[in-house]
């Protein structure tokens, strides 16, 4: 069992930052595939960012592209999610996933979630 706990969330204003942290208990860290998703109250959860267990592709959500940054440290177990510009469509819980292997048996850990706030 893989341990997924998020940290870094808050209350910032508009145009601000936060850098969202992402700690797992995995042996082998580079072997998961990391990514962060969000969901707002009312909506379903959606995609955010992700990143490869090596850190040499990334993806994000056409409304976050050029704002967010992921990445990761292999050493210390800990993906990240820089976010710059925030907006009030922002706010949401913030969910940390990770996944390792591949089709059937592709498996995916998630954290408990943090909340972001973007709110004057």
């Known amino acids: 069992q893989v341990r997924v706990v998020e940290s870094g969330g808050g209350l910032v204003q508009p145009g601000g930052s936060l850098r969202l942290s992402c700690a797992a208990s995995?042996?082998?860290?580079?072997?998961?595939?990391m990514s962060w998703h969000r969901q707002a109250p009312g909506k379903e959860r959606e995609f955010v960012a992700s990143i490869t267990g090596t850190g040499d592709t990334t993806k994000y959500l056409d409304s976050v592209k050029g704002r967010f940054t992921i990445s990761r440290d292999n050493v210390q177990n800990t993906a990240y999610l820089q976010m710059n510009s925030l907006k009030s469509e922002d706010t949401a819980v913030y969910f940390c996933?990770?996944?390792?292997?591949?089709?059937?048996?592709?498996?995916?850990?998630w954290g408990q979630g943090t909340q972001v706030t973007v709110s004057s």
């Open positions: 995995a042996f082998n860290f580079s072997r998961y595939d």
């Open positions: 996933k990770a996944a390792v292997g591949s089709g059937w048996s592709r498996t995916s850990y």
